[in-house]
């Protein structure tokens, strides 16, 4: 599986931006997604995810409310809408597929394939 992320960029605190991550295979439905983002100096930190078939979904409460993820498995693509954006939202944003989420979906480890990451930037 090859991820392949899109979108971000460099927005005013308050505005909206949108990410998308295109994944290869036939299997997408079979997985789930998430996106997790790093700041400079800090770790990498969970986002939100979305189950296989799209039902089920968690956010960070960092974004609860703020951020909105889908997914369209007739397109193999995940999306993140980011909305009321703040500059602490500034990092890189990656996506992620996993198998099975083994109770841990927050988890970087729970996920085995990841896209190259796109730059969010807010400014304040």
């Known amino acids: 599986v090859q991820l392949q992320a899109s979108g971000g960029g460099l927005v005013q605190a308050g505005g909206s931006l949108s990410a998308s991550c295109a994944a290869s295979?036939?299997?997408?439905?079979?997985?789930?997604m998430g996106w997790f983002r790093q700041a400079p100096g800090k770790e990498r930190e969970f986002v939100s995810t979305?189950?296989?078939?799209?039902?089920?979904?968690i956010y960070a409460d960092s974004v609860k409310g703020r951020f909105t993820i889908s997914r369209d498995n007739a397109k193999n693509t995940v999306y993140l809408q980011m909305n009321s954006l703040k500059p602490e939202d500034t990092a890189v944003y990656y996506c992620?597929?996993?198998?099975?989420?083994?109770?841990?979906?927050?988890?970087?480890?729970?996920?085995?394939?990841w896209g190259q990451g796109t730059l969010v930037t807010v400014s304040s």
């Open positions: 992620a597929a996993g198998w099975t989420y083994a109770g841990e979906p927050t988890m970087v480890k729970t996920y085995t394939y």
């Open positions: 979305i189950s296989g078939s799209g039902i089920s979904s």
């Open positions: 295979g036939r299997t997408f439905s079979l997985l789930h």
